[in-house]
Every structure is written in structure tokens, then in C-alpha cells.
């Protein structure tokens, strides 16, 4: 029987933490959101991380802008919470509407502030094994991985999906942890064959219980990042009643990797905070 991973539990012993040090701050660490549009799905993520934010008694900056304001002028807001002192992370959330350069944007914001990891320069740093904020969703999958004391090194890891955003840099996580590295996306073929193969698989492709119970080897840990909204009700990638048949461990959605990546975001911001003050 699959052991499930509480990612709702994990990541509140972890905001926990983070409220005992915000606590003890003179002034208290901020959060810069910048949201471009009405999605829906984005809504809501805002509101958890608000809602987080509030809970360990770290400041929530909220900047809404409407989805056919220009570019310039969000960058413009973005060079100015760069330069402001109270203001430790930044982050634009995603998806931005179709008619802006989500990278433009993203770049825009100093590194120093990029608690979303996102920026060309946070990547490069990244990819070169330099000192740098990693994209929250991978953060959060290694963090319930060393939770869980899930060993990595040796083992064949499967992650279906390449995006920036969850599927490379978990890889490359993984890849520095020494596990085997496959990587599969929308053009591979005989995507079960692979997937089976996986001791540790991790689906980050967005498709409503896109992995069945017959794509997954008995035993294997399973983290599912994939949130389909669909009438008020979230699903996740995976086949849960299925493949917790079959998987040693396995993450829920709702209550797996979503709440531990608001945990991630809130810890970078904290470290910001942290790395401005103690180097003054
Ligand atoms: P994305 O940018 O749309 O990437 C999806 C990936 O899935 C792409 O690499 C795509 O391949 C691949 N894919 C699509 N159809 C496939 C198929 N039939 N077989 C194999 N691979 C396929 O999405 P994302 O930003 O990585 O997010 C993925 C999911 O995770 C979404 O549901 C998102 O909402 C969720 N998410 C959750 C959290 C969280 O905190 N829990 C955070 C971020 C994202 P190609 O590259 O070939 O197109």
C-alpha cells in the first residue's frame, strides 16, 4: 500500500519555522506579486500564497494590472520594487496573456530579488552549479523527496514534461542528486515504456489523470505536479486510485506539491531578506 505524501502537513512544519524567524524581525520581510490579467487558476494560486504570506507575518504586496496594460509600464513597476529597500522577492505570476513577452518581463527583475528562480541570469547560475534561487515547484519535489527520506542517488528517474517552469530544472536537481535522468515531453513515443521504468516518476504535464496504474512499476515513488481545474474541483496528473495501488509513495492533488511550492516561495523570500540584512 502506497505511503502518501502530505505535502500540506510537511510544508506547515516548515511556514512554522519561518514564522519563529519573521517573528523576531525588526521589520518584516516582503513579497512583491505582479499580476497581468484575470486567469482565473492564477487567482487562486495568488490567494494561497497571500493567504501563506499572512500566516507567517510576512508582507504581501499585491500589483494588479489589467491584461492590455503596456509592457513598459510593468517593467517600469518592476525597476522600482528593485530598488526599493522593503521590498526582499519578486515575482510576476504566471501564465502572463498572450500578448506580452513573459521572458522580457521575468528578466526585468533584479536577480537578487528573483525568489521565482526564472530570470536568464538566476538560470544560467543554475546550470553552472552557482549560488542562486531555484524554481520553486522543484524545490518543493526535492524537499518532500529528503522529507520522506526517499533515496535518489542510483536510481532511474522519469520526469514526463520539459518545461522551465517544473520539468528541466527538476532534472537537473535530480541529476545533481546522481540519480539517472530520463526526460519525456509531448513527442515521445511509447511514453509507457519509460514510465515504467521509473523508480522515482515525476508528471509535470497538465493533463487531467494522464498516468495510469498500468504505466507505473510496483514500487515506485510517484510526485505529481499536474493541476487541472475543472468545476471548482482540482485534479492531478496521475490516476490516484490506480497508481496508489501499485506506488510506494505517492503525492495527492490537491495537498502534495502545491502547498510545499508556496513553502519553497516563502523560504527564498526569507533568504533574500536574510542575505540583504546580514550583508550590511
Ligand atoms: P507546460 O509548460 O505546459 O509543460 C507541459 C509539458 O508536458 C511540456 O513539456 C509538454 O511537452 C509535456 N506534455 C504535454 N503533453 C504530453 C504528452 N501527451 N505526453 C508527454 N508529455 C506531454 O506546463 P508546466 O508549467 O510544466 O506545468 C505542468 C503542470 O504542472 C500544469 O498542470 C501546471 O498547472 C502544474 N504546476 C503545478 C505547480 C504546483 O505548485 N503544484 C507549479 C507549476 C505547475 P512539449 O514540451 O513537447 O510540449
Known sequence: ???????????????????????????????????????PSSNAYIRNKSKAANEIGMNFRLFQYAFDTSEREIINRIVELNNDEYIDGIIVQLPLPNNMSAKRIINSIDVSKDVDGL???????????????IPCTPLAIMELLKLNDIEIS???????????????????????????????????????????QADILIVAVGEKEFITGDMVKEGAVVIDVGITRENDTLYGDVKFDEVSK????????????????????LKNVFECYNTKNTSK
Open 246 to 265: 501499485k506506488s510506494s509513495y505517492i503525492t495527492p492533488v490537491p495537498g502534495g506539491v502545491g502547498p510545499m511550492t508556496v513553502a519553497m516561495l
Open 119 to 133: 530570470t536568464n541570469k538566476s538560470l544560467a547560475r543554475f546550470y553552472n552549479n552557482r549560488k542562486c534561487f
Open 1 to 39: 500500500m502506497s505511503q502518501i505524501i502530505d505535502g500540506k502537513k510537511m510544508s506547515k512544519q516548515i511556514k512554522d519555522e519561518l514564522a519563529m524567524k519573521v517573528k523576531g524581525c525588526m521589520i518584516k520581510p516582503s513579497l512583491a506579486v505582479i499580476q497581468i490579467g484575470e486567469d
Open 154 to 196: 542510483g536510481k532511474h528517474a522519469v520526469v514526463v514534461g520539459r518545461s522551465n517552469l517544473v520539468g528541466k530544472p527538476v532534472a537537473e536537481l535530480l541529476l545533481k542528486k546522481d540519480a539517472t535522468v530520463t526526460i519525456c515531453h509531448s513527442k515521445t513515443e511509447n511514453l509507457e515504456f519509460y514510465t515504467k
